[in-house]
Structure formats: structure tokens, C-alpha cells
């Protein structure tokens, strides 16, 4: 094969570590309409200043930055370069057991040490604190795939890292909690009895599984009342998605590389940083008329784009953090203890939500046993367990593959594997036994969550 066919028919798209990107991109300067300001607790909008106590400076600017292209410092390059630029796959086997003609390429996030796309910004805000002589971050995790990540940043710029975990996760998910130990970063179960948001939650239900929304406001708590400490906050807000722009980035580079382009492109969708990260370049060309689709994928038991209210909502269930407008299940949604797959905060970005109200991206919600389904099947043919996060992408990928095969359309369909799932074998575990169930969030819930919205 000469190369150029070689390359046509690439299974794997690298490029070299010279080509990280040098610069994020920054969707506000395309966006048709300037994001809603974010609000303070007498309604007024928050001013840089405000956030001071939590973040550091870099980071402020950036959240509230209108600038297209913003440099990544040669520092923050320096540990990409340990995993990036990631590889742009073409699913070729997965193709061919769908009998599809339309063409599937994915991004893989898992390569970076924490196995997810979260150290791109982890890093990032790692560096933004040291430079502003912080010593110590506090963060809440989830999965603990944040946790991981900013534990391992710390490391390498040499900052403290103290992690609130929500419990269920931080009994179900054990390793993940030596991995963050393995980076230095001490792990307490969320609700804790460290702080007066946790002790509170802990009152009202003792046997509390915990939220991220509870873990937030305890991470925000010792950072607000502890001077050398910040948080640093793994999705959501806009300088979280900025960072994340180098999965796009590169993925146009590659797709360049073979001469392809999406037509439509797929991400898990929890806080909205990697859909972000994925989508967000290839906005610049929808903006400039391109008919690219964009697709946040999520659970259907927390349909936070698809079924959420467009409101002004906090970011925590203490009601600590400034307001802002997106879509939101109500500041105080709990996840029902049967979901598996990560993706439960209750609200999501604001860049994201904004641009989904106004019909330029779209939502679709995914049942659990359809996203370990697709999972499984991409495991099968790919090789790569994915994480159950990145199974609602594919399941959405999947089902349009097979809408591909009925009209005989050859679409290049685009994902990004946000993450390997070597941690969450528990959760395979439980749907090979039956033990996972399909949950649609129930509508009354959705509905009562709107009286508890704050009035703004
Ligand atoms: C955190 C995470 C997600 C979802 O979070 P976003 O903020 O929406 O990016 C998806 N996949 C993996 C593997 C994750 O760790």
C-alpha cells in the first residue's frame, strides 16, 4: 500500500507531540448570543473579584473571557505532552458488525494517566493556583475520575490535593481511592463530619449516600475559610470546557490528516466538559455555516439537557455557590442509588445549556442497560473497555449507525471515548448479573424540583 492509501484506511490517527495544540478555543466569541451573566445572592452579577477567595487569577480571566484563542502555557504543554496528542480511532471492526455505511471515528481519552479526558484541565488549574503561591486544593469527585485527576496534577506542580468523595462511590470504587492516595491526596467520605454542610446533611439523613452537589458545598466550604487553599472544580464552568477544547482541536487536526469531517458528533454529557472539549471547535465551523450536529448524550435517570428546566439554579445543595442559567433537575436532585454510570449532577454547563435553549445542540437521554448494551459491543469489537460514562456517547453513536444502515447514508460519525472503564468493572459487573436496572427520572419530581428553584 503506498501511503496515502495507507493512511486512508489508518485504523489510528496520531499526531506528533508538536502539534498540541498552543492555544484553547474559546466558543464565547462565536456563540450568536453573549452568555447570561452569572448571578450573586442579591441577584446582581458576580464580578471577577467575587470569585477571588475560591479560584485562581488565570482562571477567573478565563471564565469570563470573551477572547477566540487563549495560549496554553508551555508548562501546561509540558505534562500534556505525557499523553497527548491522543489518538483519533476509526472503529473499523465495530463498523463492519453494524453492516453500516456510515464511518465511526472516536477519540480516545482514556490514554491519559487517569484514564479520562479530566487531567486537561486538571493541569491547567494545577498550574493557575501554583502561580498564584496557593498551597493546597480542595475538590469533591464523584467516580472519582475528577478526583484522580486533580490528585495527579497536584503532584506534578507540587500543591496539596484534599478530595470529598461521594460515599457511595467511595465504598464502591475503592481503587480509586488508592490511586488518588498513590498521587498524594487525601480522600474523605462525602458527607463528612468536617464541615458544618456535611454535618447538616448528615443530621437530616444519617445513612446519606451523598451527592456532588453535598461534596461541592463541602469542598467550597474549607476553601472559602482557608486562605493558601483553593478549589478547583472539574466540569461545569467555562474555563473547565476552554481547557477540554484541546480533544477538538486535535481531532480536527487528524480528521484534516484523512481528509474526513463529521457530520455529527457525540459526548457523554455530565457537567458538560468533554462534550465541550469535543464539540465546542468544530462550533467555530457551524457558526460559519458548516451542518455539523452536535450531541450531548445522558442518563436517562438524570436527563438534566433533555427534561431539566432553563433557569437560574445553584451549583450545590447548600445554595453556597453564585447562580447561574442552565438546565438543572433542582440544586437538591439525589441520584437514584441504582445508576451505575456517573453523569449525575443535577445542572450542567452554562455554555452548554445556553447553546442547547437555542436549538444549536442537541440532547438525547440514554437508558443504563442500552449504554453497557453499546459498551459492550464496542469492548467486543474495538478492544477497549470503555468507561460507562463514554457507553452513553457510543449507545447514541450505535443507534445512529443503524438509522445509517436504513437510508443507506454514509455519515462520518464522531465520539469521544471520554474515558477507559479498567475501574468500573463493578458496574460491568452488576449488569452481566442482572443487577442494573433501566430508570426514568420520574416527571413529578421533575416538576416539584421547579417550586424549590430560587426566585430570581
Ligand atoms: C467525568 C466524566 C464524564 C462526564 O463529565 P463531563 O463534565 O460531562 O465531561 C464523562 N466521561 C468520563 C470518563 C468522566 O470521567
Known amino acids: 500500500m503506498g501511503s496515502d492509501t495507507f493512511m486512508k484506511s489508518a485504523s489510528k490517527i496520531t499526531l506528533g507531540e508538536n502539534e498540541i495544540p498552543d492555544h484553547w478555543y474559546n466558543i464565547v466569541a462565536d456563540m450568536p448570543n453573549p452568555p447570561h451573566p452569572v448571578l450573586g445572592p442579591d441577584g446582581n452579577p458576580v464580578t471577577p473579584d467575587m470569585l477571588a477567595p475560591l479560584f485562581a487569577s488565570g482562571v477567573i480571566e478565563q471564565e469570563v473571557s470573551a477572547e477566540r484563542w487563549i495560549p496554553i502555557p508551555d508548562e501546561v504543554r509540558e505534562i500534556y505532552r505525557l499523553w497527548r496528542p491522543s489518538p483519533l480511532h476509526r472503529a473499523r471492526r465495530l463498523e463492519a458488525t453494524l453492516g453500516t455505511p456510515a464511518k465511526i471515528y472516536y477519540k480516545n481519552e482514556g490514554v491519559s494517566p487517569a484514564g479520562s479526558h479530566k487531567p486537561n484541565s486538571a493541569v491547567a488549574q494545577a ?26 496534577a497536584g503532584q506534578m506542580f507540587g500543591l496539596e490535593v484534599l478530595v470529598y468523595m461521594v460515599k457511595i462511590s467511595y465504598e464502591q470504587k475503592p481503587f480509586r481511592r488508592s490511586m488518588m492516595q498513590t498521587w498524594g491526596a487525601d480522600v474523605v467520605a462525602s458527607p463528612s463530619d468536617q464541615t458544618q454542610a456535611g454535618r447538616d446533611i448528615l443530621t437530616q439523613d444519617p445513612a446519606s449516600n451523598g451527592s456532588l452537589g453535598v461534596a461541592i458545598s463541602e469542598a467550597v466550604e474549607i476553601a472559602a475559610t482557608s486562605e493558601d487553599t483553593n478549589y ?147 469492548a467486543q469489537q474495538e478492544g477497549i473497555v470503555p468507561a460507562p460514562e463514554s457507553n452513553h456517547a457510543i449507545a447514541a453513536v450505535i443507534q445512529e449507525a443503524i438509522h445509517c444502515k436504513e437510508t443507506g447514508e454514509g455519515k462520518t460519525l464522531f465520539f469521544n471515548l471520554s474515558g477507559h472503564g479498567h475501574f468500573d468493572m463493578a458496574a460491568y459487573d452488576r449488569y452481566f448479573t442482572g443487577e442494573l436496572e433501566d430508570y426514568e427520572y420520574p416527571e413529578e419530581d421533575i416538576k416539584n424540583a421547579l417550586a424549590r428553584l430560587p426566585k430570581v
Open 232 to 378: 478547583a472544580l472539574g466540569s461545569v464552568l467555562n474555563h473547565v470546557l476552554l481547557h477540554q477544547t484541546v480533544i477538538g482541536l486535535e481531532a480536527k487536526k487528524q480528521f484534516e490528516k484523512v481528509g474526513g469531517y463529521p457530520d455529527m458528533i457525540f459526548a457523554p454529557c455530565g457537567g458538560g466538559s468533554n462534550f465541550g472539549g469535543a464539540a465546542f471547535p468544530f462550533f467555530a465551523d457551524k457558526a460559519a455555516g458548516k451542518p455539523v450536529r452536535l450531541v450531548a448524550v445522558e442518563p436517562t435517570s438524570c436527563p438534566t439537557l433533555s427534561r431539566g428546566h432553563y433557569a437560574y439554579d445553584f451549583g450545590d445543595v447548600a445554595g453556597t455557590t453564585p447562580l447561574t442559567k442552565m438546565y438543572t433537575l433542582g440544586h437538591d436532585f439525589m441520584p437514584p442509588g441504582i445508576h451505575a454510570g456517573g453523569l449525575r449532577y443535577h445542572g450542567d454547563s452554562a455554555l452548554v445549556s445556553q447553546l442547547c435553549h437555542e436549538g444549536l445542540v442537541e440532547a438525547q437521554a440514554i437508558n443504563q442497560l442500552a449504554t453497557f448494551e453499546a459498551g459492550v459491543t464496542f
Open 127 to 152: 498550574y493557575y493556583n501554583k502561580q498564584d503561591g496557593i498551597k493546597k486544593l480542595v475538590t469533591e469527585t464523584g467516580a472519582g475520575q475528577w478526583g484522580s485527576s486533580l490528585a495527579l
